[in-house]
Nanobody
Framework: VQLVESGGGSVQAGGSLTLSCAAS????????IGWFRQAPGKEREEVSC????????YYADSVTGRFTISSDNAENTVTLQMNNLKPEDTAVYYC?????????????????????????????WGKGTLVTVSS
């Protein structure tokens, strides 16, 4: 199981970046995928999560209206489009995956990505990609 983030970089406030998480080694459509971030000296926090079962999404209040998460089950990739970036968005961004389909149990609805984001206990984590937003 592997998660590889890409797309991080430096941008000025108000700018945009697109992060990608490429997954391999597991049945992508059985999982929920999330983005989390950790700024220097701060605790890790949720950003956005998506269920690959039905596309249900969840966003942290701090990014709602600015970030968009999407998933491509054919390409095994989750993308985080980040617009109107602010200096407080500066952090290492991590992709994480958690299996939600177990045998005949196929969960659907918004609670699935919300649970992944809120609990922050996925099966797998990527190594992260740095996003720096300057004022």
């Amino acid at each position: 199981v592997q998660l590889v983030e890409s797309g991080g970089g430096s941008v000025q406030a108000g700018g945009s970046l697109t992060l990608s998480c490429a997954a391999s080694g597991f049945r992508f459509s059985d999982y929920a995928i999330g983005w989390f971030r950790q700024a220097p000296g701060k605790e890790r926090e949720e950003v956005s999560c998506i269920s690959n079962v039905d596309g249900a999404t969840y966003y942290a209040d701090s990014v709602t209206g600015r970030f968009t998460i999407s998933s491509d089950n054919a390409e095994n990739t989750v993308t985080l489009q980040m617009n109107n970036l602010k200096p407080e968005d500066t952090a290492v961004y991590y992709c994480a995956a958690d299996r939600v389909v177990v045998r005949s149990f196929v969960p659907r609805g918004g609670y699935v990505p919300k649970q992944l984001c809120n609990e922050q206990s996925p099966e797998r984590w990527g190594k992260g990609t740095l996003v720096t937003v300057s004022s």
